[in-house]
């Protein structure tokens, strides 16, 4: 019953595209990408039609060099895929129900892959609700 305002934003055409990227998956090459001044932020995937598979090879390589890091509370190097909207976090804004609608959003990150690494978090202003 409640609703929401937002635009549809297309960004790149990922949709159109037949070719492959060229971005060079082995563990040496990810780690020169990172290790740049200990962290590049992002590192870009480009656009292609192995842009998912190549961001699940990087993303892993990522997570196992992040658990073996001397100090793994540093933030994690950010995956940026080129062609989508470079989303890193979500504020849920103050509504009667944010908890609800950040698991929702949080459910729909998990299924795009570009969107796994988004930080969803809820507002710290309260909701009032309208007087009538």
């Known amino acids: 019953g409640v609703m929401i305002p937002y635009i549809v934003i297309r960004h790149g055409n990922l949709g159109k595209q037949k070719s492959t990227c060229d971005f060079d998956t082995s563990y040496d090459a990810i780690l020169r990408e990172i290790k ?3 962290s590049i932020y992002p590192i870009k995937i480009p656009q292609g039609s192995n842009q998912e ?3 699940y090879k990087v993303n892993t390589i990522i997570n196992e060099w992040h658990k073996k890091r001397p100090n793994p509370y540093l ?37 795009k892959y570009w969107l ?17």
């Open 36 to 38: 740049i001044n200990d």
């Open 53 to 55: 598979s190549i961001f």
């Open 75 to 111: 933030p994690k190097p950010w995956l940026l895929c080129e062609g989508h909207l470079p989303i890193k976090s979500i504020r849920v804004g103050p509504t009667y129900d944010r908890e609800r609608f950040s698991e929702q959003i949080k459910h729909y990150c998990s299924s």
């Open 116 to 132: 796994q690494n988004v930080t969803v978090t809820c507002s710290n202003i309260p909701f009032i609700p309208p007087s009538e």
